[in-house]
């Protein structure tokens, strides 16, 4: 929580014009080496750290040259295709695989020094998933594939023309979304160090700033999932939300909601049979909450957490706050795609894909341009 704190202030102190960018190479090719140790945030998990957790990545980075508006808004990122290989310090764990990718969203840039935030999506590889009869040593993660995601504070510092040493620290995520259990997940706080060479200057497409009048806008969701629960090879079963939700985009990469949301979970039953908890008929599948959100905006996608608090349901199950991490893609003015992460405590619950429309409750109104 303290980690998406800083982002989100970070992005809002973010400069939206920065100079000296016309001598950066335009291509760049990277490497480092990563420093960190596992947070157990279950009893479960207590033995489970029992060395570091050490990492080397490989990736390419592009550095976008302002063709866009948006660009120019975010002052010239860069995004970045990632291979990653992580040795998991727990010879139960083994080692994990990882291919992603990233934008760099520089916060302040000078000819010689940049200091940037990071956000990072990508599938994660465990050949020592829990399976059984085989690795049942495994707690925290049941499947070979995995989502990760990562979010990073980065400082780099020119050697020479071409030539960058950086360092960074960074907070990365591995589960399957409770799509297969056991699935508690892996959490990992790290330092790094590195490397990178790049070549092909750019120059960067001139724009003229202008001031938006942002609408609010009513946005409805509706999205739906699948999960397993405990015991593992277990019943899988349906999930689904309903969500509506005013939102104010204040600039062009900044977003606040405020909305309902509506969930159906069909294991909430078995799940309290097996752990024990009071049986409350069928209206426990239900639950309903409020939430407070925040989207980062990214030209069509947006990067959005939600900060929720029941107040009905019927079930003792989990405790009465929840969360939600996702991402949402306009593939039109008012039709978007959406798919998030919800957790409680930052336990995963389930994985959701979906639709949304989005409303707009006022004209929308250009400022002239300056």
């Known amino acids: 929580m303290i980690f998406m704190c800083a982002i989100t202030t970070s992005v ?11 001598n950066y190479a335009a291509n760049r090719i990277g490497a480092f080496y990563s420093r960190g140790f596992m ?10 750290p029992q060395g570091p957790i050490e990492q080397l990545e490989l990736f390419y980075e592009r550095q976008l040259k302002g063709k866009k508006t948006w660009q120019h808004s975010h002052a010239l990122p860069s995004w970045r295709a990632i291979a990653m290989y992580t040795h998991l310090g727990n010879p139960s764990l083994g080692s994990a695989y990882t291919f992603a990718g990233a934008f760099n969203f520089p916060i302040f840039r000078s000819k010689h020094f940049q200091f940037s935030h990071l956000a990072t999506f990508g599938i994660g590889f465990f050949p020592k998933h829990f399976q059984v009869h085989k690795h049942e040593e495994n ?3 049941g499947s070979l594939i995995n989502f990760h995601v990562r979010f990073a504070f980065e400082a780099e510092f020119r050697l020479q023309k071409h030539l960058f040493a950086y360092a960074g620290l960074s907070f990365g995520h591995w589960s399957n979304g409770a799509l297969k259990m056991p699935n508690l997940g892996i959490n990992v706080p790290a330092f790094y160090f590195g490397l990178k060479g790049g070549w092909g200057l750019f120059n960067t497409h001139r724009y003229k700033t202008f001031r938006v009048k942002y609408p ?3 946005n409805i969701m509706a999205n739906t999932g699948i999960k397993e629960i405990d015991p593992p090879k277990g019943k899988i079963y349906p999930v689904a939300h309903l969500g509506i939700e005013v939102a104010k985009q204040l600039t062009f990469k900044s977003t606040i909601t405020f909305g309902n949301d509506l969930f159906y979970d069909a294991s ?6 097996y752990l024990a908890k009071p049986i409350n008929g069928n209206k426990m599948y239900i639950r309903s909450g409020l939430h407070l959100g925040y989207e980062f905006c990214i030209n069509h996608l947006s990067i959005y957490a939600h900060f929720g608090v029941y107040y009905l349901r019927f079930d003792n199950l989990t405790g009465p706050l929840y969360q939600r991490i996702g991402l949402k893609y306009r593939v039109h003015p008012n039709i978007f795609l ?3 992460l919800k957790s409680h405590m930052f336990t995963a619950d389930c994985v959701e894909f979906g639709l949304g429309y989005r409303l707009n409750l006022q004209r929308k109104r250009n400022d002239k341009t300056f």
Request: without cysteine.
């Open 12 to 22: 809002l102190a973010q400069y939206t014009a920065i100079r000296n960018v016309e």
């Open 39 to 48: 947070v157990p945030h279950s009893k479960v998990m207590l033995n489970m």
């Open 139 to 141: 707690p925290a993660i």
């Open 216 to 218: 609010f806008t009513l």
């Open 268 to 273: 909430i039953m078995d799940k309290s049979r």
């Open 338 to 340: 959406n798919t998030s």
